[in-house]
């Protein structure tokens, strides 16, 4: 199957400072995807999403940057906030499909 | 709040015995889909409804299937329940024009239902 996966299992900040938060995809047929937050105990929560024509999108306090040539995308937070901590999914869907398929994820700490 | 309700919240079930989830997508949503996500995991792509049929499914067994009625809520069932279904099953609905990634959008989560198989 497709695979997703994530750089970083855990990433700890100091609240301000910026989060970077990273991960692969392996289809390169793969024209959608989304950034989900999942706090314990909740569904994930949509972050920003961007589609394969674009390499940048903003959103508030937060960015995704996607690089289509080695198949990578970032999830950029800026001034990370206590309320930022929770485990962090990027989804790609395949093209025609409309399937998602989840990495692993990168749990985020903030550090007060 | 997504508006994507899902229930029971949480059940136990012992092994080989049957279950059956239900979820409420969000209004004007008429595609569901369901995922699986096991503890320490991402979700898991089960299967997807689109007009009250099945139109993707990931690699999971024929034991788990499920419903869409013409209200677009949803069910998701699993025969012979193994100990790995122990998981929190994830409903999420959008709103499609194809049914296919022509026009895939943002997912609406619901809260899940946790699953525990003794």
């Known amino acids: 199957g497709e695979s997703v996966g994530l750089h970083l299992p855990t990433l700890s900040v100091q609240e301000g400072d910026n989060s970077i938060i990273n991960c692969a995809y392996s289809?390169?047929?793969?024209?959608?995807f989304i950034w989900y937050k999942q706090e314990s105990g909740k569904g994930p929560q949509f972050i920003i999403d961007?589609?394969?024509?674009?390499d940048k999108r903003q959103g508030q306090r937060v960015t995704v940057l996607l690089n289509k040539t080695v198949k990578h995308l970032s999830l950029q937070i800026a001034a990370t906030q206590p309320g930022d901590s929770a485990v962090y999914f990027c989804?790609?869907?395949?093209?025609?499909?409309?399937?998602?398929?989840f990495g692993s994820g990168t749990k985020l700490n903030v550090k007060p | 709040e997504t508006g994507v309700t899902q229930s029971p919240t949480h059940l136990i079930k012992t092994r080989g015995q049957q279950v059956t989830l239900r979820c409420s997508s969000q209004?004007?949503?008429?595609?569901v889909s369901w995922y699986q996500q096991a503890l320490g995991q991402g979700p898991q792509f089960i299967f997807q409804?689109?007009?009250?049929?099945?139109?993707g499914r990931g690699n999971f067994p024929p034991r788990f299937s499920g419903l869409q009625f013409p209200n677009y809520s949803s069910e998701l069932n699993v025969n012979a329940l193994e100990l790995d279904d122990s998981a929190l099953y994830l409903c999420?609905?959008?709103?499609?024009?194809?049914?296919?990634?022509?026009?895939?959008?943002?997912?609406?989560f619901g809260e899940g239902s946790r699953l525990t198989v003794l």
């Open positions: 999420a609905s959008t709103k499609t024009t194809t049914g296919t990634g022509l026009d895939a959008g943002e997912l609406f």
């Open positions: 289809n390169s047929a793969s024209d959608y």
């Open positions: 961007i589609r394969s024509n674009m």
């Open positions: 989804a790609e869907n395949l093209f025609l499909l409309n399937k998602f398929y």
């Open positions: 209004s004007g949503h008429n595609t």
């Open positions: 409804y689109y007009r009250e049929e099945e139109n």
